[in-house]
């Protein structure tokens, strides 16, 4: 049996997506090294813009409540693919890599397939991937969200050793709630969390589990009821997670 992340603490990331200068992003950091407790229950992940993740590195200053990770990066190793950013390129500075978030899928045009490709260099790298599923708002309208979270967290881990699987960390994120201010009811978590558990059991053969995240309008005063839904081990947060209070205070509501 390989380790088990599910049982291991729930993980609380922060996406700042085009948001913070290098300065900018140490001030965030020390404002919210500050903040955390001396040993939260949670682990904590920041994922600053690219340009900002070596002084985000430099100023945690090794500080092991925190965590670093790239909010995307490109499928191949190195190459003529101007502006882009690889996994190898990344690998001294982050632990994490997102892959598949809704901006990318919906605003980039990724595909699952484009997805599949970036969580393999990330594993391949020897990072860990943060793989994004979510239904768009139509999509929950025509009643297929379980359908598309399913063929997403597939599309994901398909094919991928029980090891590999086990390094992965799925978050769920309804498009529809994704900095809107909307959320999704602790039950719509749990239902989706249910079929990423699913997923993730057939494909390891009920070796592994994976920790499933719950984002979209997370704040402190919603965090504690949907960190507690069933399955659901942790969140992504986008816009909380520029304020050092609100997202310190959404690390203190996994506890
Ligand atoms: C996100 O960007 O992944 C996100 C969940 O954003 P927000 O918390 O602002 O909805």
Redo the contacts with the bound molecule.
């Keep these: 049996m390989t380790p088990d992340p599910w049982r291991k603490a729930p993980l609380i990331?922060g996406?700042w997506?085009m948001h913070k200068t290098p300065a900018e992003a140490r001030g965030l950091v020390r404002s919210l090294l500050g903040q955390l407790a001396a040993e939260p229950a949670a682990e904590v992940l920041l994922l600053p813009p690219f340009t900002a993740l070596e002084a985000v590195v430099e100023e945690l200053g090794g500080d092991t409540r925190v965590r670093v990770g790239a909010q995307n990066c490109h499928h191949e190793a190195a190459g003529a693919f101007t502006g882009e950013i690889s996994a190898p390129m990344l690998a001294p500075l982050c632990d994490y890599v997102?892959v598949g978030?809704?901006?990318r899928r919906h605003l980039m045009g990724e595909s699952d397939n484009v997805v599949r490709r970036k969580l393999d260099a990330v594993l391949v790298a020897g990072l860990l991937p943060v793989l994004?599923v979510g239904e768009t708002a139509a999509e929950r309208s025509a009643g297929v969200t379980e359908a598309v979270v399913e063929r997403q967290a597939r599309a994901g881990l398909e094919g991928l050793a029980i090891g590999e699987i086990g390094r992965c960390t799925v978050?769920y994120?309804p498009v529809w709630?994704?900095?809107?201010?909307a959320?999704a009811t602790p039950d719509d978590a749990a239902a989706a969390a249910a079929v990423i558990h699913r997923v993730v059991a057939e494909l390891s053969s009920g070796e592994v589990e994976v920790r499933v995240l719950y984002?979209?309008?997370?704040?402190p005063a919603n965090a504690a009821s949907l960190l507690s839904a069933p399955g659901v081990r942790g969140?992504?947060?986008?816009?909380?997670?520029l304020r050092a209070d609100e997202f310190a205070g959404i690390v203190a509501a996994a506890g």
């Design positions: 990331a996406n997506k997102l978030h809704s901006e994004a978050a994120e709630a994704i900095g809107t201010g959320t984002g979209g309008s997370v704040t969140a992504l947060v986008g816009g909380a997670s």
